[in-house]
């Protein structure tokens, strides 16, 4: 899930002004996603490491999950060149949905928008994703 907060200052006093998220199409439930895991990579892993990967994968809270992949096939042995553009396609195509419906739903535009925060644990791009969002929404 990519999320933006869309931030002004009324009156000298900053505020929230919008929040807005943008999901990846690819969706896949819980039971998929273990057998999925143990099937690509069942027998790269250790008894631990998939016991792990199994708590995770059958925590009840979570019915499904998105993920930034046409197929999850594309994860089994993905070069890091893939891995990057894979990244940087969905990573800015996400945010910057997300941005649009957060700056619609607060009524501005992106020229009035005075700085950008972007944060991610999933991947890095050099230049970073800010750059790349400035420039897709101008």
């Known amino acids: 899930m990519t999320g933006s907060t869309v931030t002004s200052s009324r009156r000298g ?3 929230i002004a ?5 999901v990846p199409p690819y969706a896949v439930n819980q039971d998929f996603a273990e ?5 690509a ?7 631990q490491s998939m016991s792990l990967v199994h708590s ?4 009840p809270s979570v019915r499904k999950r998105h993920f930034a992949f046409d197929s999850p096939e594309c994860l089994v042995d993905e070069d890091p060149d893939s891995r990057v553009a894979r990244f940087t396609r969905w990573s800015l195509d996400l945010s910057a949905r997300a941005t649009r419906r957060a700056l619609d739903q607060a009524g501005v535009g992106p020229e009035e928008v005075d700085g ?4 991610t644990c999933t ?3 050099c230049p970073g994703l800010s750059t790349y969002l400035i420039e897709e929404l101008g």
């Open 123 to 125: 991947g890095y791009i």
């Open 116 to 119: 950008i925060v972007v944060n």
């Open 13 to 15: 006093k900053p505020h």
């Open 35 to 39: 057998k999925f895991v143990e099937k």
């Open 18 to 22: 919008s929040v807005a998220v943008a």
């Open 56 to 59: 995770m994968l059958a925590h």
């Open 41 to 47: 990579y069942g027998h790269r892993l250790t008894k």
